[in-house]
């Protein structure tokens, strides 16, 4: 699906070094994977204020911000008063920065779950990864695969 979202980007590449890697993959083993082939290479790493929020608890997140620029992406369901509340991460680093583009009304996990439940959202995704959800029924629970 990535391979098909990104696919009018020539200049992004679709890695599956995460697919590939036995086990549990964490974020900083590529992180670490990808600074050892492109040593001179500038990451980012964009994350929703919801995943911010909780990035403290993320397996060796200060390795992660040793190697990547943090960038969060607001969302709507969080609260100013609670996005400033963990904003811990502006107090001690200067490797996290805040995106600013228009907010989206659904979490990747409310999307899913909107195709579990047999509706389509091909305006939240590109029509090639709708009809690839669709053609492959994805995220149905087994019992409504006969859709």
């Not at 040593?39 to 040793?66: K, T």
């Amino acid at each position: 699906m990535a391979r098909l979202a990104f696919d009018a980007c020539p200049q992004t590449v679709v890695d599956e070094m995460e697919i590939l890697r036995e086990g549990p993959s964490f974020t900083i083993q590529t992180l670490s994977e990808l600074q050892a082939r492109h040593p001179e290479a500038v990451f980012f790493l964009v994350v929703g204020q919801d995943q911010a929020a909780r990035f403290s608890q993320w397996h060796e997140w200060q390795q992660i911000l040793q190697i990547a620029q943090l960038v969060v992406v607001a969302r709507p369901m969080i609260s100013s008063e609670t996005a400033v509340a963990h904003e811990w991460h502006n107090l001690h680093t200067d490797r996290v920065i805040q995106m600013h583009m228009p907010l989206m009304g659904i979490s990747s996990s409310e999307l899913r779950a909107s195709y579990a439940l047999g509706h389509t959202q091909s305006d939240l995704v590109s029509p090639l990864v709708a009809d690839y959800i669709q053609q492959n029924q994805l995220y149905l629970e087994p019992h409504d695969r006969s859709r």
